[in-house]
């Protein structure tokens, strides 16, 4: 699955990168509670696209969980996913990894890198607020 080329076209179609405004122009609920370990998770019932996060995050990982769950809901419409808070960001799972892959993508531009070539792994994730595994992850 070629998931760059999936959220370059998502981003020309809405013309936003926030994953908010994106799950506004998809029609997908958004809403927050109380999750314990889930960070956040995307579910389908009835037709109707719901993102469920956790309200106990910070505003830079619930941005990241909410365009990892978008990226569920583009790339796995019609599976339930949680997002534990102890799976790594690199995690086994293949859906895992194209739902990091997308958000990695969409909340990273290119320009950001180009801008910067001089620039280390470490110096990124300072620049970005990402953790360097997902820096390597966008790099891939």
């Not at 990091?100 to 993508?105: D, I, L, P, R, W």
């Not at 290119?110 to 390597?136: C, K, V």
Request: some cysteine.
């Amino acid at each position: 699955m070629d998931v760059r080329n999936i959220v370059e076209r998502t981003v020309q179609k809405y013309q936003t990168r926030s994953p908010y405004e994106l799950a506004d122009c998809l029609g997908i609920r958004v809403s927050r509670c109380e999750l314990g370990s889930i960070r956040g998770y995307y579910l389908k019932k009835y037709r109707i696209k719901q993102i469920i996060l956790n309200c106990n995050l910070n505003s830079a990982d619930e941005e990241f969980v909410l365009a990892h769950e978008i990226g569920h809901s583009l790339l796995h419409s019609d599976c339930n996913t949680p997002f534990l808070l102890e799976n790594t960001y690199m995690s086994k799972s293949k859906y895992e990894c194209e739902a990091n892959k997308f958000a990695v993508e969409l909340l990273i531009p290119d320009e950001i890198f180009y801008d910067n070539p001089e620039y280390t792994m470490e110096q990124f994730s300072r620049l970005t607020g990402y953790a360097e595994e997902l820096i390597r992850l966008r790099m891939k």
